[in-house]
């Protein structure tokens, strides 16, 4: 399967867009300009507000609006923390309506820029529960690592396969196969894979309030 790579504020060109067909992964652009600039009217803010709210550049912010560029996860997490809104906002298409099933080719996949990390979305943000729930790929001795996001969020974590190293503001959890870990996710904290096979989790996001 193919998976779509950014680095920020550029992106490989998806097989689609050399071959004329269109796949979930072409639509990702699109989606995400749409709910920026959806998101960005809904709170009365000029580009330049944006920029600053964010830490984002204006003209960067411009290209993703306007679907010129794909954000890496990096910059779609300041955003968001930016807007006090989950990823998941960025790729939303349409309302809930009661039961959704998500076929595994049709699932959103964000891919580090080194590649050693794969987040599939598997179930988008929820109004009600105030949750997402991920899908993560740590590869071999690789690791991710995050400023921390907004205010009172929460990860509740479990490791399906492997082992993964769990850092939460400088203290460090080793985690095995079944374990689980949940922790305030507005600080800094890291993952990390200190073995030399793949490592597969799932992760639930907990927001505090209303984010959208």
């Known amino acids: 399967m193919n998976f779509l790579h950014t680095v920020d504020g550029q992106e490989d060109a998806p097989s689609g867009a050399r071959d004329g067909t269109h ?3 072409d639509l990702i652009g699109p989606r995400v300009a749409r709910n920026l600039q959806r998101l960005r009217s809904k709170r009365y803010l000029s580009m330049d507000a944006l920029a600053r709210l964010t830490g984002v550049s204006r003209a960067m912010l411009a ?4 679907g010129r560029s794909v ?3 990096k910059v779609l997490c300041k955003i ?7 990823i998941a906002a960025f790729l939303e298409d349409r309302a809930f309506e009661g039961v959704e099933l998500l076929p595994a080719q049709h699932s959103k996949r964000l891919v580090s820029a080194s590649g050693v990390f794969v987040s599939r979305a598997l179930f988008p943000f929820d109004m009600a529960r105030q949750s997402e729930f991920y899908e993560i790929r740590l590869g071999a001795l ?5 400023k921390g996001h907004g205010p009172g969020v929460q990860e509740n974590l479990v490791v399906a396969q492997g082992v993964l190293e769990v850092s939460v503001n400088q203290e460090r959890y080793l985690l095995s196969t079944g374990d689980s870990i949940l922790f305030y996710a507005d600080q800094p904290h890291r993952y990390r894979n200190p073995a030399d096979s793949e490592a ?5 996001m907990t927001y505090p309030e209303r984010m959208d």
């Open 142 to 146: 690789g690791e991710e690592t995050s």
């Open 23 to 25: 796949t979930e992964e």
């Open 63 to 66: 290209q993703i609006e306007s």
């Open 200 to 204: 597969l989790a799932f992760l639930v």
């Open 80 to 86: 968001a923390k930016g807007l006090k809104v989950s």
């Open 71 to 73: 954000p890496s996860i």
